[in-house]
């Protein structure tokens, strides 16, 4: 039996979510269900993380657990074959220890969040950059952000759904850039809770617009309330960049 580790891009737009699910197609099936086509076996496919419906991935990482023997260009090239249609590529493959574990073992996950910020609506880059049409206030972005860098109760900014141990998580980097005529939202840390980011970025938002300060966004973390949450931006906007081991 050897491990693989997988590195998976996708546009999560048609799927249900990473994780497999009854009521429509998910990213962990979709590549379980090639591995099982080209080995014959019911292999499951671990994630670092597991995006909701509509969340994008540049490099999620991934692991599998196939006894069949084969170099890392077949089952590459094999899976790639195998999961047309579906929008998911398979960057690369490669045998770990047999303890390595894609999320157990991560150390810190990056996401990056996209929002147009002009008055017409976006068309090539429809459903995978949040549409404001109106114009943001960076700066303004940044000071709220740095209000919830460092080791916090996120209750305010957790879905109600999560099904984390506990609210406190030590946010690494939360960062606002002006990219052309996007603003990127940067966050890093070793674990989010679910939905934070999107939670966290409709609130910077409300700051961008000057609805908030960074006030407000000091007082919605210290009220460790779902019911304070300003706004929680649209999944379309967010993609899972990567993460460290």
């Known amino acids: 039996m050897t491990r693989w580790r997988l590195t998976l891009e996708y546009d999560g737009g048609p799927f249900v979510g990473w994780q497999r699910q009854a009521n429509g197609p998910s990213i962990q099936s979709t590549v379980e269900d090639a591995i099982a086509h080209m080995t014959g076996e019911q292999a499951l496919v671990h994630g670092a993380g597991r995006t909701d419906a509509g969340v994008h991935a540049l490099a999620m990482e991934a692991h599998a657990d196939i006894a069949k023997e084969m170099t890392p260009h077949q089952l590459r090239e094999g899976l790639n074959a195998l999961v047309r ?69 996120f209750t305010t900014f957790r879905s109600s759904h999560c099904q984390s141990a506990s609210p406190v998580k030590s946010l690494d980097r ?15 840390a070793r674990s989010f809770l679910h939905r934070q980011v999107r939670s966290m970025v409709g609130c910077l938002m409300m700051v961008g617009r000057g609805v908030w300060s960074a006030d407000d966004m000091s007082a919605a973390l210290e009220a460790k309330d779902r019911a304070a949450l300003g706004f929680n931006a649209p999944p379309e906007g967010l993609y899972f960049v990567g993460a460290s081991y």
């Not at 939360?174 to 966050?187: D, P, S, T």
């Open 85 to 153: 249609p579906a929008p998911v590529t398979i960057l690369d493959t490669a045998i770990v220890a047999d303890d390595w574990h894609a999320r157990f073992s991560c150390t810190a996950r990056r996401y990056r969040y996209r929002i147009l910020d002009r008055r017409t609506p976006p068309a090539v880059d429809r459903g995978r950059v949040w549409h404001v049409p109106v114009a943001l206030d960076i700066a303004a972005m940044n000071e709220g952000a740095a209000r919830l860098i460092g080791l916090h109760d």
């Open 174 to 188: 939360l960062e606002v850039e002006r990219v052309g005529h996007e603003i990127h939202v940067h966050a890093e």
